[in-house]
């Protein structure tokens, strides 16, 4: 079975830049969870995390088997290189980025994510709709895997490791490679909180760095999973 690991990395816009509207909306919204004028402006920076107020910037794929891998990424130049058997690739927007990507995942059968059905998948679909663009194939699937059918299936390590939520504590990437003994793709400077940062400097190939640095991860933890956890 064609096997393919992937994560991706949004940015969102700037509250300001929103419409009254929107941003009155959100402004309520925010204020029922936070305490202080310092935690609404925090807040104010997490429109990355939701899908009428991001866009995908950066998709990495890594298939397993090979540790051969591609990653798509936004820049408004054309770069295209390869390094240690990925290639780096991007696109002028988020259309073109979306459109390669269900192109080129077509051959495969199972994907392999951390918070897939969450976070990175819904994204994709809404922001592929957003744009005018059907998906390839559904990758929100049935999330048990004994239901999923055989020649699509969908692995959501944070599913699997947290046993369908009955260990109800959800930890992040970092905490499970930590556990499992694999390095961390947190600890360089860049982190997702400073992605929007960087997209608006311009400085989208760090940011598909990071993303492929978080695919390896992913990977390394799915062998985990494979080798001691899956039955």
């Not at 290639?87 to 927007?93: A, D, G, H, T, V």
């Not at 922001?127 to 005018?132: K, L, Q």
Request: proline residues 3%; charged residues 30%.
């Amino acid at each position: 079975m064609n096997q393919l690991v992937f994560d991706i990395e949004t940015a969102g816009e700037e509250f300001s830049s929103l419409d009254a509207v929107s941003q009155n909306l959100l402004e309520k919204r925010f204020r029922r969870k936070v305490q202080s004028e310092e935690e609404l402006e925090e807040e104010k920076e997490k429109l990355s995390f939701f899908a009428p107020t991001n866009q995908v910037v950066a998709i990495a794929m890594l298939n397993p088997e090979t540790k051969n891998g591609m990653v798509y990424f936004q820049n408004k130049e054309k770069i295209s290189l390869k390094e240690d058997g990925v290639e780096y690739l991007s696109f002028p927007n988020e259309k073109e980025l979306l459109l390669n990507f269900w192109e080129i995942i077509k051959p495969y059968q199972q994907f392999i994510t951390f918070n897939g059905y969450n976070f990175d998948v819904p994204v994709l679909m809404l922001r592929s709709a957003m744009n005018e663009i059907r998906p390839s194939k559904n990758l929100m699937t049935n999330r048990y895997l004994d239901r999923q059918p055989y020649n699509l299936q969908h692995i959501d390590l944070a599913d699997q490791l947290s046993f369908y939520g009955a260990k109800r504590d959800f930890l992040s990437l970092h905490f499970w490679t930590r556990a499992f003994g694999i390095d961390s793709p947190k600890e360089g400077e860049l982190t997702g909180d400073k992605v929007a940062q960087y997209f608006r400097e311009g400085k989208t190939l760090e940011i598909a760095k990071y993303c492929l640095k978080d695919v390896i991860a992913t990977t390394a933890l799915f062998e985990k999973w494979e080798k001691y956890l899956k039955f």
